[in-house]
């Protein structure tokens, strides 16, 4: 019977990590490109609308 090749195994499974690493890197450099460049960021932070009145009890 014929021994199992290691070094063969152990390269077959740094290449499917390397291209699962490359898929990764490509899905976050698309990810920025698909929103919209015209949109400004929204500043603040806190989620909170400034335009609406405030709560009782909220401190701002």
């Known amino acids: 019977m014929?021994?199992?090749n290691y070094s063969y195994?152990?390269?077959q499974r740094e290449l499917a990590k390397?291209?699962?690493?490359?898929?990764?890197?490509a899905r976050k450099s698309e990810k920025p490109a698909t929103?919209?460049?015209?949109?400004?960021?929204?500043?603040g932070g806190d989620g909170a609308?400034?335009?609406?009145?405030?709560?009782e009890?909220?401190?701002s």
């Open 49 to 55: 609308d400034e335009g609406a009145p405030a709560q």
């Open 18 to 25: 390397k291209q699962k690493k490359e898929a990764k890197l």
């Open 2 to 4: 014929a021994s199992p």
């Open 9 to 11: 195994q152990k390269r």
């Open 35 to 43: 929103d919209d460049p015209d949109a400004e960021p929204l500043e």
């Open 57 to 59: 009890g909220d401190p």
